[in-house]
């Protein structure tokens, strides 16, 4: 008989992690795992591979099938959990069956947002989170001419330039007064544009939509800005960031803020209940990383079991490897963002070679590393990360 039962509800890296923790940590519980996805666990982070090439959906898989049998994880697909019930220590699914629990984690993550924009629902118009968009968005490909992405952002530009490389005119249009916000300073934003463009994909910032603009079958056929502008393309994918998968919690009583609040032991304010991953938000904070979502499952889960284990939330890193280049940042990485103190005894270190788009930036407050950007060349990212914050 299993000691206990361990109900997980999303099968992406922070579920998965929390099985694995929980495994190692009880030979004998029950773990089952329930997810909407209709596919075995991916490798979310590398969805745009899928849009390079459609051979590469089946290389995306973390574990073959029997791998979960042998682990003893009952993993049921296609299965959509509807609502909690705390007092019944169970979730309901979509079916209406219930599934009782001793200890429940939420590892339900995030879906893509669409903002109420006309035309936003017109065929054409896509978003990327899934397997199955992937799949979807590559098979319209080779049909279209013309693609659009909006959202200058790291799922953004991959998305982009796997859109250019399969010969589609590409262009971005972002928001913001530059790319890659969190992860670039204004100079090095300034070279990378220049790099996006010299690859191929033209570029407009401070771009705000006004509506999709149809053709005479309702499908997409572009887009008009606020400035009067049009672009045409048959091909939009929106990347305007995520929102958090919470929608099944409403009426249960367990805290939500947007995102499922936990403590640093990935408590949710109701017993019993954990939260993990881009579901969840610590201290206010929230990255929305494959890294962190791993790290978050497996504390989540071990306290699931009876441990009482603290998860620090890190300095995030990112690391980027689009438009032909690499990318590494973490920390503060732009002077704006110092204290007045911290800005009195800052030291900078940048080099820089535009014809390369090369470009590397170091902030040092006293003689402490407060962050850095490399562009380009990123060898030393592991141990300026290491360095961040110590002196
Ligand atoms: C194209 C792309 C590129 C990315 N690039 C990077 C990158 O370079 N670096 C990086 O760190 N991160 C990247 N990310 C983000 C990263 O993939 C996420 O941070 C990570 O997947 C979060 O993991 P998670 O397990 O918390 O949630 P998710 O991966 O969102 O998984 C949530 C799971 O919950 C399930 N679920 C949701 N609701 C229900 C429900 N009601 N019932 C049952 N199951 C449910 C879903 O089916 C899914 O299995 C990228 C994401 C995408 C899409």
Request: glycine fraction near 8%; charge should be negative; aromatic fraction near 6%.
């Amino acid at each position: 008989m299993p000691s206990h039962t361990i109900v997980i509800i999303g099968s992406s890296i922070a579920g998965l992690s929390a099985a694995e923790a929980a495994r190692e940590k009880d030979p004998d519980c029950r773990i089952i795992i329930l997810s909407e996805d209709s596919h075995l666990p991916y490798f979310r982070q590398r969805l745009c591979e899928v849009l390079h090439n459609r051979e590469q959906a089946g290389k995306l898989y973390i574990h073959p099938e029997d791998w979960y049998q042998e682990q003893g994880f009952d993993l049921r697909l296609n299965e959509k959990v509807t609502r909690v019930l705390p007092a019944e220590k169970a979730v309901m699914l979509g079916s209406g069956e219930r599934v009782p629990y001793d200890s429940l984690i939420l590892a339900s993550g995030s879906y893509s947002f669409l903002p109420p924009t006309k035309g936003f629902d017109l065929t054409g118009v896509e978003t990327l989170w899934t397997m199955e968009d992937a799949l979807r968005i590559e098979s319209r490909i080779g049909r279209a001419k013309r693609s659009i992405v909006i959202g200058g952002g790291v799922l953004g530009l991959e998305a982009a330039y796997a859109l250019h490389q399969r010969g589609l005119e590409s262009r971005i249009l972002e928001r913001l007064p530059r790319l890659m916000m969190r992860q670039l300073d204004e100079r090095s934003a300034e070279l990378f544009t220049a790099l996006v463009e010299h690859e191929g994909t033209h570029v407009a910032t401070q771009a705000y939509i006004r509506e999709i603009i149809a053709d005479d079958e309702g499908r997409a056929a572009g887009m008009r800005l606020e400035d009067g502008s049009e672009f045409p393309a048959d091909l939009i994918l929106v990347s305007a960031g995520v929102r958090a998968n919470t929608e099944f919690l409403s009426g249960t009583g367990v805290e939500v803020d947007r995102m499922v609040l936990v403590d640093h032991q990935m408590r949710t304010n109701v017993p019993g209940i954990f939260a993990a991953g881009d579901c969840a938000m610590m201290d206010q904070r929230w990255y929305g990383l494959w890294m962190i979502a791993r790290q978050q499952g497996a504390v989540a889960d071990e306290n699931a079991a009876g441990g009482s284990k603290e998860y620090v939330m890190p300095v995030p890193p990112y690391m980027v490897k689009t438009m032909g280049t690499q990318i590494a940042s973490a920390g503060t990485i732009e002077e704006a963002n110092l204290s007045p103190e911290a800005l009195e005894q800052l030291h900078r270190d940048i080099e820089e070679n535009s014809g390369l788009f090369q470009y590397a930036k170091r902030l040092y407050v006293g003689d402490t590393l407060s962050g850095f950007i490399l562009m380009g060349d990123t060898k030393a990212f592991s141990s300026l990360h290491k360095q961040l914050g110590k002196e």
